[in-house]
């Protein structure tokens, strides 16, 4: 189980470098996100294996399981503020593009074809008289 928070860590602080990015990679972005649920399904069921084994051994005193199930509750917590601060920085970016988006709005063509086919707008007219000589 540690080794997949490390795993986990691992993702989030890169998801934790594109979000602080100046400019974010989707597709990287998309992969991280992907990765990281993988991630948290694999946790997910370990630790359900876990309290199928907790249950067992609960009349046992064991401080090998104490000490492992200390270090868990340590790295989660972790996690989770980082998560947290990830969770920021993907609401700053949303707020970005959602500003960036405002400011292009109004030069946002409404049409670049007319009903006609013809480019909407244009001051060009084709005239239909014919010319004889």
């Known amino acids: 189980m540690t080794s997949i928070l490390h795993s986990l ?3 989030m602080d890169a998801e934790q470098q594109q979000l602080s ?3 974010v990679n989707g597709l990287r972005l998309a992969s991280i996100t992907e990765e990281k649920s993988s991630l948290l399904a694999t946790l997910d069921y ?3 294996q876990r ?5 067992a051994l609960r009349s046992t005193d064991n401080e090998d399981i104490v000490s492992r199930w200390q270090t868990i509750t340590e790295t989660t917590q972790q996690l989770r503020r980082l998560n ?3 969770g ?3 609401e700053g970016q949303i707020v970005r593009n959602q500003q960036a988006l405002d400011v292009l709005k109004p030069f946002q063509e409404t049409g670049l074809y007319g009903k006609d086919g013809q480019a909407a707008g244009s001051s060009l007219t084709r ?3 014919k010319f004889s000589v």
């Not at 309290?51 to 249950?55: I, K, L, M």
């Open 9 to 11: 860590k691992d993702v």
């Open 21 to 23: 990015a100046g400019s």
């Open 46 to 48: 370990l630790e359900k």
């Open 51 to 55: 309290r199928v084994e907790q249950d």
């Open 84 to 86: 947290q601060h990830n």
């Open 88 to 90: 920021w920085l993907l």
């Open 127 to 129: 005239s239909a008289k």
